[in-house]
């Protein structure tokens, strides 16, 4: 019996710089090159109802899922690079066992950093014919006093497990966006599915 294929998930990247009154002056739009692993051992924790052996942003050996509600939660407090949508400086290119952005910008207004602001979640999916996606928006504010470089861009969460750790769920590398000082650059992860 056969019937429609499914790709399972893809992820898509929209990044813009907004000017002083808002408006956009950088734009692009492409298909992340991820998920990286780290999702799918979180996603495969779910479903054998125990832990998976994974490695966290820190490099360090860590245990997914499923012991609390957390698994999965990348939500972006504001003034924090640890969790949600992050932004760094690294090149190379995207490894499906990447655990971490290569060099990601830390929070801040000082030299080469940026204010990581309160990240926006859609609260359901939005379902229209033949897919089904939410989007996950993140602005980052350059207050350093010079222009930054953004090379990468990808998405922390937690592991659900109590004192959860952080691991890198999406990885991707672009050409520069370049964001000049008292800029905001917004950036949105669409995850969907298509059948």
């Not at 992820?11 to 991820?34: F, P």
């Not at 998976?52 to 407090?77: E, R």
């Not at 504010?141 to 010079?146: D, K, L, V």
Request: charged share 15%.
């Amino acid at each position: 019996m056969s019937g429609p294929v499914v790709e399972v998930i893809q992820a898509w990247l929209s990044i813009k710089v907004h000017d002083r009154d808002g408006q956009v002056i950088q734009s692009r739009e492409m298909q992340s090159e991820s998920p990286v692993r780290a999702f799918l051992e979180a996603f495969l924790s779910m479903v054998i109802a125990t832990g998976v052996t994974t490695v966290d942003i820190a490099a360090g050996a860590d245990t997914v899922g499923p012991a609390v509600a957390d698994l999965l939660n990348s939500t972006g407090p504001a003034n924090d690079a640890t969790q949600g949508i992050v932004v760094g400086t690294g090149v190379a290119a995207v490894d499906i066992a990447d655990d971490s952005l290569q060099t990601q910008i830390a929070e801040g207004t000082g030299s080469g950093q940026l204010t990581h602001e309160l990240q926006t979640d859609d609260a359901q999916v939005t379902t229209e014919v033949g897919t089904v996606w939410f989007d996950i928006t993140r602005q980052f504010t350059n207050g350093s006093g010079a222009t930054i470089k953004i090379f990468e861009s990808g998405i922390y969460g937690l592991n659900g497990q109590a004192g959860a750790a952080d691991l890198c769920w999406i990885h991707d590398v672009f050409a520069p966006l370049y964001l000049p000082d008292g800029l905001t650059a917004t950036i949105r992860y669409r995850l969907r599915i298509i059948l």
